[in-house]
């Protein structure tokens, strides 16, 4: 054995092959084994597997309460590498500002997703075993594949893919809460990369105390402020299309933070059409044809699906799209008298007044900052 740091080689360990799925008794001849799996610190299993683990490989070499993460490799020959604490995570993320200088500080509340992560120089092999064990926060992510047929090239997005959702753990319960997060729909809130990193967290919680939830959300909404909204709006103007509707969205902006009853009403007006806008001049730029309304939408989601290169991606397209055809994009029934605040209903002048609020107001311009970031 060759002790280098916190770099334990060996020459010959015990195989893992996963754990077994279900009870095996004597007289059985099949069993499933669970070959694959993220689990993490909320569920037993959790402790159940990563007792096992550390009994197998860790326990005899580091004491457990001192590991805060360790990455396991054993090769196809039975030798193994075990990292503990002290070896290099390296994440690929998209940034929400386009201004970070290289050592920079990068804090959660800049980071729009997480895409790939990798070990820095680490090899390993597609029939390896692979066993990962990370920790955010106060929570634990265990990631192990004992196929012995890794996806290298996969492997990144798979592996950024837990450690993402262990990050943004809250933002994701939020979405699995159906009934609340439906009540938020409702009144056009979504995960907009804006609020991620806490915004949309706290949000939430307001939908879970009705005695103070006027209160806490009209005080949600001052928090975005003249000095909140540029310091995500001035880098639309990298975008030659946001660049060239400058004057217009700034037109709408200004009245934003001028924060009057009325102002609201010209912020809506002005922005809800340039969403509309924005999103028909990208598609003739790309695809050089005059688009139904249809497909407009699904070339937004196709952008989104495209940059955002998962489902569970934090940009979320299938929500937002969702959320642009029935909210934004809303059709309206004079007849009926359904007539929601949408692109629509304001174009034709048929919204109602009391529903140019502050609120849909910032969340018109945080609709138009999801679409710098698809588009």
């Known amino acids: 054995m060759k002790d280098i740091q916190n770099h334990l080689k060996f020459n010959r360990v015990e195989n893992f092959a996963g754990f077994a799925a279900e009870n095996i ?10 070959l694959s799996a993220f689990i993490y610190s909320d569920q037993p299993e959790f402790y159940l597997y990563s007792d096992r683990i550390a009994e197998i490989y860790l326990n005899r070499y580091y004491p457990v309460n001192k590991i805060h993460r360790y990455l396991i490799v054993i090769h196809q020959d039975v030798s193994a590498d075990i990292y503990v604490n002290d070896f290099p995570i390296v994440t690929e993320v998209l940034p929400k500002r386009s201004n970070i200088k290289k050592d920079q500080a990068i804090r959660i509340i800049d980071i729009a997703d997480i895409n790939n992560l990798r070990f820095g120089d680490i090899k390993i092999k597609g029939d390896d075993c692979l066993i990962f064990c990370f920790k ?10 004992c196929t012995r047929n890794l996806d290298i090239d996969k492997l990144p997005h798979k592996l950024g893919t837990c450690y993402k959702y262990l990050t943004f753990q809250e933002e994701y319960a939020v979405l699995e809460n159906e009934k609340m997060f439906n009540k938020m729909v409702n009144d056009g809130w979504v995960p907009f990369i804006q609020l991620l990193g806490g915004d949309f967290k706290r949000l939430s919680k307001y939908y879970k105390d009705k005695n103070k939830f006027i209160s806490a959300i009209n005080e949600f909404i001052n928090k975005f402020d003249k000095n909140r909204i540029e310091s995500f709006v001035n880098k639309w103007w990298n975008k030659e299309i946001f660049q060239r509707k400058k004057s217009i969205l700034t037109a709408g902006i200004n009245a934003y933070v001028r924060n009057t009853e009325s102002d609201f009403i010209t912020c809506i007006k002005t922005l809800y059409s340039e969403i509309e806008g924005i ?3 990208s598609y003739l730029n790309e695809i050089n044809e005059n688009p139904s309304f249809a497909k407009l939408l699904q070339y937004v989601d196709q952008k989104a699906k495209n940059k955002f290169i998962s489902r569970n991606s934090l940009g979320f397209p299938d929500i937002f799209f969702s959320y642009l ?11 009926s008298g359904k007539i929601d605040l949408s692109r629509h209903s304001t174009s034709h002048g048929v919204a109602k007044a009391e529903d140019y609020s502050k609120m849909k107001a910032l969340q018109a311009i945080l609709v138009l900052d999801q679409m710098y970031f698809y588009l």
């Open 25 to 34: 008794e004597p007289r059985d001849n099949k069993a499933k084994v669970l």
């Open 279 to 281: 999103i028909r001049m």
């Open 136 to 145: 955010i926060g106060w929570k634990f992510g265990l990631f192990f594949d």
């Open 325 to 335: 055809k029935k909210t934004i994009f809303k059709n309206f029934d004079l007849k």
